[in-house]
């Protein structure tokens, strides 16, 4: 069974802060996404990465970053918490493209609020 | 412009009812069509992957099939265990997934 981890299920911030989304995967896919999920507006990538050291902007990067350190763990960074940024963090992995696009399997989500 | 559209937003049946759910794209060259299952406060779970117009896949009560425009995901007979939101997907570009904003489909005992 593929396993993907999240650090926190939930997690409560203030304004300004620092954050640290952690995301750990167990399968040895190469490929690690970073997605928000707010209501009317479904899934958007913030960023993803195909191998250890590389990442690539998604649709909404700004006001996060990512750093992909190990293949297996992939993780995301708000540098300054606001109140925008209050919303469902999933993350997920995916094989490499082999002329395909596999399917890609998500953790659990963590709901974060900034206040 | 690439989109994925899913209909109805939202669908409730009496259990045993049987219906369909809709996903439409936009996209050429596709290199397959994702069915996603989301229960609230968790992550989308895989269903189904469609590479190809005429391709059908089965998973207990589910059906998806796919053509070139479009895919359903049939529900046959369902039970209330089925209420959830059902996400579909198509890759857009290398590697990226653009979802659509889902179905919430709720089975009613």
């Known amino acids: 069974d593929v396993k993907v981890t999240q650090s926190s299920r939930y997690l409560v911030k203030r304004t300004g802060e620092k954050v640290f989304l952690e995301c750990v995967q167990d399968?040895?896919?190469?490929?690690m996404f970073w997605y928000r999920q707010d209501p009317g507006l479904g899934l958007r990538l913030i960023y993803f990465s195909y191998d250890v050291k590389m990442k690539e902007k998604g649709d909404i990067p700004e006001g996060y970053s990512v750093s992909r350190e190990k293949k297996e763990r992939f993780s995301l960074i708000l540098e300054s918490a606001s109140t925008n940024q209050t919303s469902m963090y999933l993350c997920a992995s995916s094989p490499a493209d082999r002329g395909l696009t596999y399917e890609q399997y998500f953790g659990p989500g963590t709901r974060l609020t900034v206040t | 412009e690439d989109q994925v559209t899913q209909s109805p937003e939202a669908l409730r049946l009496q259990e045993g009812e049987s219906s369909s759910l809709n996903c439409s794209y936009t996209v050429s060259g596709l290199r397959g069509l994702f069915w996603y299952r989301q229960d609230p406060g968790k992550g989308p779970e895989f269903l189904f992957t469609l590479y190809s117009a005429g391709e059908e896949k089965e998973k207990e009560r589910l059906k998806a099939t796919l053509t070139k425009k479009e895919s359903f995901l049939h529900i046959t007979a369902p039970k209330p265990e089925d209420s959830a939101t059902y996400l579909c997907a198509a890759p857009f570009g290398n590697e990226k997934l653009t979802f659509g904003t889902g179905t919430r489909l709720t089975i009613i005992p």
């Open positions: 399968m040895d896919h190469e490929n």
